[in-house]
Antibody
């Protein structure tokens, strides 16, 4: 069974940092592009970042560029999102999603990040 | 960036009736090289992650009931639920995959039972 499990969310003060993880199983992780998508409470889906299959190419939304870093460890079947200089507007559920180059066909359950003092 | 605009924001449909959701992109998402529209539809139920329903504008993901169908090309797309069931109550999003930087989603359409 294809599965993505996020972890690492929590409450952090403005200006703080968090690292999210997404553990993948049930498929050959190293062959897929991966994405992070977030959803603020009661709001819609917003793309955050993506990484190609070997980690050599990354892309970011303007709102997180320079503050967030996406990475992956294909040996550990794990995707990461390092989030620095967090702001209140980064408060959201963060989902990792698999990319078969047509869509996002598998999503994790999400991990909640709350930025508040 | 490709802007995705969905309409309506919400709709209420009687059980067994048709629901239609529209999605318009600010530029074409049709790849001429393979004649495929890089447009996907997702369903999100409360407290759950999004679920892929349709990709390439009209190809149903495996396991998705055939009452869900997608149509359109270029910049104008439609998701149709042919006979609304109670379990279809959800928010539906369109998303373009023509440009992966950034990927962009529509604002969502909430479907309820009348």
């Amino acid at each position: 069974e294809v599965q993505l499990v996020e972890s690492g969310g929590g409450l952090v003060q403005p200006g703080g940092s968090l690292r999210l993880s997404c553990a993948a199983s049930g498929f050959t992780f190293s062959t897929y592009w991966m994405h992070w998508v977030r959803q603020a409470p009661g709001k819609g889906l917003v793309w955050v970042s993506r990484i190609n299959s070997d980690g050599s190419s990354t892309s970011y939304a303007d709102s997180v560029k320079g503050r967030f870093t996406i990475s992956r460890d294909n040996a550990k079947n794990t995707l990461y999102l390092q989030m620095n200089s967090l702001r209140a507007e980064d408060t959201a559920v963060y989902y990792c999603a698999r990319d078969p180059r047509t869509s996002l066909d598998c999503w994790g359950q999400g991990t909640l990040v709350t930025v508040s003092s | 960036d490709i802007v995705m605009t969905q309409s309506p924001d919400s709709l209420a449909v009687s059980l067994g009736e048709r629901a239609t959701i529209n999605c318009k992109s600010s530029q074409s998402v049709l790849y001429r090289s393979n004649n495929k529209n890089y447009l996907a539809w997702y369903q999100q139920k409360p407290g759950q992650p999004p679920k892929l329903l349709i990709y390439w504008a009209s190809t149903r993901e495996s396991g998705v009931p055939d009452r869900f169908s997608g149509s359109g090309s270029g910049t104008d797309f439609t998701l149709t639920i042919s006979s609304l069931q109670a379990e279809d109550v959800a928010v539906y999003y369109c998303q373009q995959y023509y440009s992966t930087s950034p990927l962009t989603f529509g604002g969502g359409t909430k479907v309820e039972i009348k």
